[in-house]
């Protein structure tokens, strides 16, 4: 039995059927029937409207702090990609290789960025040319060839 595909709609077709309930021009059942969709997906598009209408009439101050934290996030990405390149420069062929020689230490929590619901900690990585120098310590040392026949 083949399995039926499910059903996907645009953003432009579950405004127009929100704004129908929303307005009251035909019931919430009346519009399901019309559209052969469940009253339950109905509903959930009416709720993520009505939360997305706040944000509709946010200040311009927060667009403002969002585009700062924005800039900021990117700077902070430039930053460490040249750290990384730097280290894959000096020979670091994978992050674990540099993360297992970099001393991490969690930012206080102060510090910490909230992203959809979830405390995400930031990470200082301070990058210590001099320990970069060095050849990385296999992971394994009974593993290391050298050890072995030596």
């Not at 939360?51 to 700077?75: H, K, P, T, V």
């Not at 970099?102 to 990470?123: D, E, F, N, W």
Request: charged share 30%; with cysteine.
């Amino acid at each position: 039995m083949p399995k039926r595909r499910r059903r996907s709609f645009t953003p432009q077709f579950k405004a127009q059927v929100v704004l129908q309930v929303l307005a009251g021009l035909k019931s919430q059942a009346e519009v399901a029937r019309q559209h052969k969709l469940k009253p339950e997906l109905i509903n959930r598009w009416k709720d993520i409207a009505l939360e997305g209408l706040e944000s509709l009439f946010q200040g311009e101050d927060r667009r403002g702090q969002d585009q700062d934290r924005i800039a900021e996030l990117e700077r902070m990405v430039g930053r460490l990609t040249m750290e990384l390149e730097v280290a894959k420069k000096l020979g670091w062929q994978t992050s674990l290789e540099l993360a297992r020689i970099l001393s991490y230490r969690l930012a206080p929590p102060s510090q910490s960025t909230q992203i959809t619901g979830k405390t995400v900690v930031r990470m200082a990585v301070p990058v210590k040319f001099a320990i970069l120098e060095k050849k990385p310590r296999p992971c394994c040392p009974r593993r290391d060839p050298a050890r072995l026949h030596g």
